[in-house]
């Protein structure tokens, strides 16, 4: 192969033939850790190895670099300039990656660094210690197993119209959803009788719609409580080891107010203007849910 320059593609096509990896090349993918479009790209020399990759290569076939790159046998006497500026590039190469890598991470790292401030911000202007806001609320609501909901309204969940029809609110397909995966609910209203039964009707016939009447007959009960409420409350049982699955930041932000048994409870504002409600501790915990139980055993129907 002397007297004409030599190719790396055509060498190691050469090697690849000789060695019996031409209908095979997963042996040389695995040693390289490189993807059979980049060993066809060598081949091709549509683009050079690494530097890395390069000494990998001459490892793999067990020849020397001189030979991979100009097709020389071991201890032929080589002119070392091309294979000097040849490394000379690749080491370039790989400093200008370098730098742009690092370049990136820097820029990436400013970014993150603002979001997380600007983040930090508006959660401390919206909701505090001790609150949850209604999307955090609507992604714990995602893994419960039962609820226990004592709602002034059923506004969250149903938009009466003027027309007398419904649309539905911003936590409807959440109920749907979970009541389609065998969570239960309960809803308790405080009011007179007929008050709710229009708006409890809709709620009904939206969540139907998606997932069919039965799901909703056994999992979903409303009663109605002639019991004075000054404000709603909700009781959750989460599956907590889903919680912390899939949304780990969640499960950690809230679980210093879950009890053992997987409870997480809190009084629903009284006004439109907030967009937080107020957690219940631990403590209190079992004393809303008697309150609720108590209740719940002297309510009638709506």
């Known amino acids: 192969m002397k007297g004409h320059e030599i190719k790396l593609g055509d060498t190691l096509s050469y090697l690849i033939e000789r060695e019996g990896y031409s209908r095979n090349r997963r042996p040389i993918l695995d040693a390289l850790g490189i993807s059979p479009a980049a060993l066809s790209q060598y081949t091709r020399d549509q683009s050079r190895p690494s530097l890395q990759n390069l000494v990998a290569l001459a490892a793999f076939f067990n020849v ?5 790159v100009y097709g020389e046998p071991t201890g032929t006497a080589v002119d070392h300039g091309p294979l000097a500026r040849y490394v000379e590039h690749a080491l370039n190469d790989i400093q200008a990656k370098a730098s742009r890598h690092s370049d990136l991470v820097a820029r990436l790292g400013r970014l993150l660094a603002e979001g997380i401030d600007a983040t930090a911000t508006r959660l ?8 949850v806001l209604d999307d955090e609320i609507q992604r714990l609501e995602r893994h419960c197993v039962h609820a226990d909901i004592m709602p002034l309204n059923l506004a969250f969940n149903v938009i009466s119209m003027d027309d007398g029809d419904a649309a539905p609110g911003q936590f409807l397909q959440v109920v749907a959803e979970n009541l389609g995966k065998g969570c239960t609910y309960r809803f308790l209203l405080p009011g007179r009788p007929g008050e709710h039964t229009d708006v409890v009707n809709r709620f009904e016939s939206l969540l139907s719609k998606r997932i069919g009447r039965d799901y909703v007959r ?4 409303f009663r109605r409580t002639d019991q004075p409420v000054l404000a709603g409350a909700a009781i959750y049982r989460l599956d907590l080891e889903g919680l912390n699955a899939q949304e780990p930041m969640l499960y950690e932000q809230f679980s210093s107010y879950v009890d053992e048994e997987g409870r997480l409870g809190y009084v629903v504002r ?13 403590a209190q ?3 809303v849910e008697e309150a609720f139980e108590t209740l719940w055993a002297g309510a009638g129907r709506l």
Do not use: F, K
């Not at 020397?64 to 991979?68: A, E, H, I, N, S």
């Not at 056994?218 to 009960?221: A, L, S």
């Not at 009284?270 to 631990?282: W, Y």
């Open 64 to 68: 020397t670099l001189d030979y991979l």
């Open 124 to 131: 401390e202007t919206s909701a505090g210690a001790g609150l």
């Open 218 to 221: 056994q999992n979903c009960v």
């Open 270 to 282: 009284p006004n439109n203007e907030s967009n937080a409600d107020m957690l219940v501790s631990r």
């Open 285 to 287: 915990l079992g004393r």
